[in-house]
């Protein structure tokens, strides 16, 4: 089955408000032409999950650039100066999640678990309006499963199915975020006829669409 979307398709399914979880650690691993065309695109109001806000002209960071980002989930925005000024504005909506607790939030939601109990952020401004539990005398905070209506990852090789591979550590948060949302795009790199069943780390049936990158109308 051929997957390949193009950027009229791919525009087509984009709509104001949506959820988005984009891959990528300091925009290692960040599907860049996907991101452009959400960009062309010109929808707004958008909640972007990520680890951070890229800078102000890679990654997400294009996105807030553009005012396109309503509110920002991820572990921290100290490389994007524009980010952190929209945010001490009132422009953009911000909540720092410790960056295993953002990792695992979406693992969860992936495996079709509720959230998880973790001891981080116990006692500081992360425990607020969450539920607290005393496990074997230890607390742990609740925190809820986080998923999206589309994810946008990067893959270091696809094959025509979309069974993928990444390369080192731009893996990061592409892989848990193929399991959390409604639907899936993957930016590739490099195309291979197949792969060998050994290395693939994400397998098709979590992929709906695939890009080259770099691929233009």
Same mark, same amino acid.
């Given at each position: 089955?051929?997957?390949?979307?193009?950027?009229?398709?791919?525009?087509?399914?984009?709509?104001?408000?949506?959820?988005?979880?984009?891959?990528?650690?300091? &925009?290692?691993?960040?599907?860049?032409?996907?991101?452009?065309?959400?960009?062309?695109?010109?929808?707004?109001?958008?909640?972007?999950?990520?680890?951070?806000?890229?800078?102000?002209?890679?990654?997400?960071?294009?996105?807030?650039?553009?005012?396109?980002?309503?509110?920002?989930?991820?572990?921290?925005?100290?490389?994007?100066?524009?980010?952190?000024?929209?945010?001490?504005?009132?422009?953009?909506?911000?909540?720092?999640?410790?960056?295993?607790?953002?990792?695992?939030?979406?693992?969860?939601?992936?495996?079709?678990?509720?959230?998880?109990?973790?001891?981080?952020?116990?006692?500081?401004?992360?425990?607020?309006?969450?539920?607290?539990?005393?496990?074997?005398?230890?607390?742990?905070?609740?925190?809820?499963?986080?998923?999206?209506?589309?994810?946008?990852?990067?893959?270091?090789?696809?094959?025509?199915?979309?069974?993928?591979?990444?390369? $080192? &550590?731009?893996?990061?948060?592409?892989?848990?975020?193929?399991?959390?949302?409604?639907?899936?795009?993957?930016?590739?790199?490099?195309?291979?006829?197949?792969?060998?069943?050994?290395?693939?780390?994400?397998?098709?049936?979590?992929?709906?669409?695939?890009? $080259?990158?770099?691929?233009?109308?």
């Amino acid at each position: 089955m051929n997957k390949t979307i193009d950027q009229v398709t791919f525009t087509s399914m984009l709509k104001d408000n949506m959820r988005i979880m984009v891959g990528g650690f300091m &925009t290692c691993g960040t599907p860049e032409t996907l991101i452009d065309w959400v960009v062309e695109s010109k929808v707004k109001n958008l909640t972007i999950i990520c680890n951070d806000a890229g800078y102000e002209h890679a990654g997400v960071g294009k996105l807030i650039k553009a005012n396109q980002v309503k509110r920002l989930e991820a572990s921290h925005i100290g490389l994007n100066p524009y980010a952190g000024k929209l945010m001490s504005e009132g422009k953009l909506e911000v909540e720092l999640i410790p960056q295993g607790t953002l990792a695992e939030r979406i693992r969860a939601f992936g495996a079709g678990l509720g959230g998880i109990l973790t001891p981080t952020g116990f006692k500081t401004v992360v425990e607020e309006d969450k539920s607290v539990h005393d496990i074997n005398g230890k607390k742990f905070v609740l925190e809820e499963a986080l998923g999206a209506d589309l994810s946008l990852i990067l893959a270091h090789e696809s094959d025509l199915l979309g069974n993928l591979t990444y390369n $080192k &550590t731009a893996r990061n948060f592409n892989p848990v975020m193929a399991m959390a949302s409604e639907c899936v795009v993957c930016e590739y790199e490099h195309f291979q006829e197949t792969l060998d069943p050994e290395h693939i780390i994400t397998p098709h049936i979590f992929i709906d669409y695939i890009v $080259k990158k770099g691929e233009t109308k």
